[in-house]
């Protein structure tokens, strides 16, 4: 696995790597409070990316593209943001990062949907 492929793979194991600590974190001190932000890093950070991941290794032709770049931008972004804003939303200290990640990760599947539907192979 290379090139962009490789980078959302890294990027998802990144996150449920930083997912696991939290949830023992979470476990150990019978506080779980924040686990809506954790479901969300695992979910968005480890699953969705490796799917991405996995999407882009399985078509070169699409990975290659400018597109897959700015997927990778926005898809990272979008769980970056997401997932502090979720803890401030469940702690009462504003919505607007939580709101924003949102928006970025909702980009990020329109913008897979798009890769998907423009890379159809044709049998």
């Known amino acids: 696995m290379k090139g962009i492929a490789f980078l959302f793979f890294l990027v998802a194991a990144l996150c449920v790597t930083i ?22 890093l695992n979910l968005i950070g480890w699953v969705t990316m490796g ?3 996995v999407y882009y290794h399985v078509v070169p032709d699409a990975a290659g593209k400018m597109l897959a770049k700015v997927h990778f931008g926005v898809a990272v972004a979008g769980v970056v943001i997401i997932t502090p804003g979720i803890v401030q ?9 939580a709101k924003v990640g949102s928006l970025l990760t909702l980009v990020s599947m329109l913008i897979f949907l ?9 049998a």
């Open 51 to 53: 799917l991405f991941g």
């Open 19 to 40: 997912g696991m600590a939290w949830g023992i974190q979470m476990s150990a001190s019978g506080n779980h409070t924040l686990s809506a932000a954790h479901a969300h």
């Open 89 to 97: 939303a469940v702690t009462e200290r504003g919505e607007t990062l």
């Open 114 to 122: 798009f890769t998907v539907v423009t890379n159809r192979v044709k």
